[in-house]
């Protein structure tokens, strides 16, 4: 699992999750941090993780939410 980028400005991060699976995830923030932060944090959370629910946890416990974005 890894992330593929993170767009700070609309807070969107694109993880590949499997070979040539991506999923595009949205952050909510509940408190102020800034770009540079927020990259190490997420690559962090994904990094130590061994699947999308446990990055959760650990992003969740800084203050982030991740959310998928449903593409209708």
Known sequence: MNVISINAGTREVVIKTGKE????????LLNVIDTQELDKIVHHAFSAASDIESAEVIL???GIVLRLIRED
């Open 21 to 28: 699976h991506y999923n595009l995830y949205e952050l909510d």
């Open 60 to 62: 969740r416990d800084k």
